[in-house]
C-alpha cells in the first residue's frame, strides 16, 4: 500500500503561484509514476500533469501548459505540482496519485489517491 498526503493548496489571486507537494509513504516511491488531477465543483476529476518514475518524462495538459510543472524527488519520496500564473479556472480540490508503471499515466488509471487540497484561485 502507498499512503499520498497533499498539501500546499490555499487562497490566492489570479496571477498568482502555490507549490503544491505530495508525501507518499509506504513503499518504493521510486518504482511509482506519479500525476496530478483537480476537480471543480460539479465536474468530472481531470486529468492535469503526470511523470514517470525517473522524472524525465512529463505531460501536461493544454490548459497548464507553460503555466504548471510537475517534478518529484525520489529521496525525499515527494512529488510537487508548481502553479504560476493562475487563474480563477484552476480553482478545484487537486488530487495526487501514483501507481508502479514505468510510463507517464495521463488517465485515471492510477492505484494510490490522495485526499486532495483545495486551490482557490481569486478574480
Known amino acids: 500500500q502507498v499512503q499520498l498526503v497533499e498539501s500546499g493548496g490555499g487562497l490566492v489571486q489570479a496571477g498568482g503561484s502555490l507549490r503544491l507537494s505530495c508525501v507518499a509513504s509506504g513503499r518504493t516511491f521510486s518504482s511509482y509514476a506519479m500525476g496530478w488531477f483537480r476537480q471543480a465543483p460539479g465536474k468530472e476529476r481531470e486529468f492535469v500533469a503526470a511523470?514517470?518514475?525517473?522524472?524525465?518524462?512529463?505531460v501536461y495538459a493544454d490548459a497548464v501548459k507553460g503555466r504548471f510543472t510537475i517534478s518529484r524527488d525520489n529521496a525525499k519520496n515527494t512529488a510537487y505540482l508548481q502553479m504560476n500564473s493562475l487563474k480563477p479556472e484552476d480553482t478545484a480540490v487537486y488530487y495526487c496519485a501514483a501507481k508502479e508503471s514505468i510510463a507517464v499515466i495521463t488517465t485515471r488509471r492510477y492505484d494510490y489517491w490522495g485526499q486532495g487540497t483545495q486551490v482557490t484561485v481569486s478574480s
Open positions: 511523470l514517470n518514475r525517473s522524472g524525465r518524462g512529463t
